[in-house]
């Protein structure tokens, strides 16, 4: 059984999944901070793009976006309450009759034809959650794009301090009384995630050898009827180069979106985010800073590569 397929059609099927994803930029400043790095990268190349696919697009943060700067968007998910809630606000906004909704999983990109799109984009990690056919899942991205790709997935960089920093999504609340689930969950366990640590040596190895997140304990959870967490296909930066490079993408550029905030604690990132000038002007320096090679990976789910076809 392809589980990891499986696990995530479970996972982002869940009927509030459109909500709560939707609102992610108004609970998590990590998700602010890397959405607007990508924006601004997409919005810079946007010169002869006409038609968009966008894998994995959930609640059609980007999609949205692209049609309301003229593109032609397929927006492509494997969560029909996310498709749902896309639809939803891509009507708000106005731009509903130029994106094209189609449900399915990035492993069957079998009805699409060669470079059938001027971009192909897949943000927040979705090719990640493909295991094992991840690098296939790019082959296939990569043919159907007729001019530039841009992709975001789990970095293995980043997600080694995460897995050793079990408080590590606290740095980033917006606002502990938001009510999001996700957020309560961190705030009431945090002492208690505290107290139970210890450094996890064979985990961090295991994970830095082989890249792997979950497996065995989640699919026997899936077994029993629940929705555990996908697994997890984490790279390091040169093994997506090399992988791009192979399907014939040029020009590769590689970044780390949510490396500069890491280093900040929690009090200071509220402050800045709360303050219009002030959350201008570090947002504009964490796209510079992140874009430098030598960070690029420290942000968990976004080890984000770009290039022409």
Not at 5 to 26: A, C, T, Y
Not at 180 to 187: A, E, I, L, N, Y
Request: aromatic share 10%; net charge negative; proline share 5%.
């Amino acid at each position: 059984m392809d589980y990891s397929r499986k696990i995530s059609e479970r996972l982002w099927n869940l009927p509030d999944k459109g909500e709560l994803e939707s609102r992610r930029e108004e609970t998590f400043i990590d998700d602010i901070i890397q959405k607007s790095h990508i924006e601004k990268e997409l919005l810079s190349h946007l010169d002869g793009i006409r038609t968009v696919f966008d894998g994995g697009a959930g609640c059609g943060r980007f999609s949205i976006l692209l049609a309301k700067h003229g593109c032609e968007v397929t927006h492509f998910d494997i969560s029909q309450p996310m498709i749902d809630k896309a639809r939803e606000l891509a009507e708000k906004e106005g731009v509903l009759d130029r994106i094209t909704f189609v449900k399915g999983a990035l492993e069957h990109l079998e009805a699409f034809r060669d470079r059938s799109f001027d971009m192909v984009i897949s943000f927040d990690a979705p090719v990640s959650y493909t295991y094992p056919n991840q690098e296939k899942v790019i082959a296939e991205l990569v043919r159907i794009c007729r001019k530039r790709i841009m992709i975001s997935v789990s970095s293995r960089l980043g997600y080694l301090p995460y897995l050793a920093n079990p408080i590590q999504k606290n740095q980033f609340i917006l606002d502990p009384d938001c009510g999001d689930p996700f957020v309560k969950w961190c705030v009431a366990n945090r002492a208690d995630a505290i107290e139970a640590f210890r450094f996890p040596r064979e985990a961090v190895g295991k994970l830095w050898e082989e890249g792997l997140m979950g497996g065995d304990e989640e699919i026997a959870e899936y077994e029993r009827g629940g929705a555990p967490w996908c697994i997890t296909y984490t790279f390091m930066p040169d093994e997506l180069e090399g992988i791009l490079k192979r399907n014939g993408v040029k020009n590769i550029e590689l970044a780390g979106p949510g490396a500069y905030a890491r280093t900040l604690p929690n009090e200071l990132l509220v402050k800045m985010m709360k303050d219009p000038g002030q959350r201008s002007d570090f947002l504009d320096f964490c796209h510079r800073f992140d874009s430098n090679p030598f960070v690029c990976g420290m942000g968990k789910d976004n080890l984000l590569a770009q290039g022409e076809v």
